[in-house]
């Protein structure tokens, strides 16, 4: 077995995106060993579904849903105490193309051994031409982080191919040193999902860990829906805003983001009641130190 690498790809009841994806990656030169699926407790029949269409894949079912970060938690482990040296974050709904990425992408890594979260370029798929993430950048008065020419099509910019520091690397698809975990740590499992990569990597800066943007490294992203504002993803984003900042930027964000809650408070009163009562809800859970996979009641 290479253990090189190990690619982690979490499966929550779309088992489709996650063979589509296993597919593209051995048609790039990926063998099934590289793979581990996470099955985050799936209420559909994924785990039938994966056994039958991807049976070389080593898959851990999970007991209950662990979100983006205790699942793929689950993955760095594994990937650790089978002595991988990088773990490879990848969302499941992303499709590899070329045969050079994932290649490229490791040997950028081992040859840049200073770095210790490296990632590529993102574009949409099936718009293949539109940007999806261009290298990132953290905004610190905000208390966010910024995709580079997100959304641009690629023949309206100056696409440079020179990789580059950065100081943030999403959550769609990076790859992290193993040796350098004992420093940066896992994902914090307090966030679940949402904004939990904007954490990771404002933790690795602040440890002073680098962060590498390869161009040359292309991956294609679904993205189908993100930009919903379902109720689960409005009241992870008041809540998880909040304790972001708290732990990585300063007066500045705090005072931001509290007139930005005032201001949806007000505006949400008026015009949407269910965004105004998760609104409540998220900040009361925050003040009350209430972390981790949101109440059964928020759907």
Request: glycine share 6%; with cysteine.
């Amino acid at each position: 077995m290479n253990t090189k690498y190990l690619i982690i790809l979490l499966n929550y009841n779309n088992w489709q995106d996650t063979v589509e994806c296993v597919v593209s990656l051995n048609n790039s030169g990926v063998n099934n060993s590289n793979i581990i699926i996470i099955e985050n407790c799936s209420i559909d029949d994924s785990v039938e579904k994966l056994n039958a269409r991807v049976p070389g894949v080593k898959i851990i079912q999970s007991a209950k849903n662990l979100g983006f970060t205790g699942g793929n938690n689950v993955g760095i482990k594994y990937a650790l105490e089978n002595n991988f040296d990088y773990a490879i974050i990848l969302n499941n709904d992303t499709i590899i193309e070329s045969k050079d990425s994932i290649k490229t992408l490791v040997e950028e890594m081992d040859s840049n051994p200073a770095v210790t979260l490296g990632t590529g370029r993102i574009f949409y798929y099936p718009n293949k031409d539109k940007i999806w993430y261009d290298g990132g950048r953290l905004n610190r008065w905000r208390g966010m982080a910024t995709h580079n020419n997100f959304r641009k099509n690629q023949n309206e910019i100056n696409l440079l191919n020179k990789k580059k520091y950065v100081d943030f690397i999403s959550g769609c698809f990076m790859c992290i040193r193993l040796k350098d975990l004992p420093k940066l740590g896992y994902m914090d499992e307090d966030f679940f999902l949402y904004l939990d990569d904007i954490e990771y990597c404002a933790r690795a800066v602040k440890k002073n860990l680098k962060l590498m943007f390869i161009p040359q490294v292309v991956i294609y992203h679904k993205s189908i829906g993100e930009e919903k504002h379902t109720p689960k993803l409005v009241y992870y984003s008041m809540r998880n805003r909040k304790l972001l900042i708290n732990l990585h930027f300063g007066l500045l964000a705090k005072i931001y983001f509290e007139i930005v809650l005032i201001i949806k408070k007000i505006l949400w009163f008026f015009t949407n009641k269910k965004y105004y009562n998760l609104l409540l809800y998220a900040v009361r859970d925050y003040n009350k130190n209430y972390f981790g996979q949101a109440p059964e009641y928020i759907k």
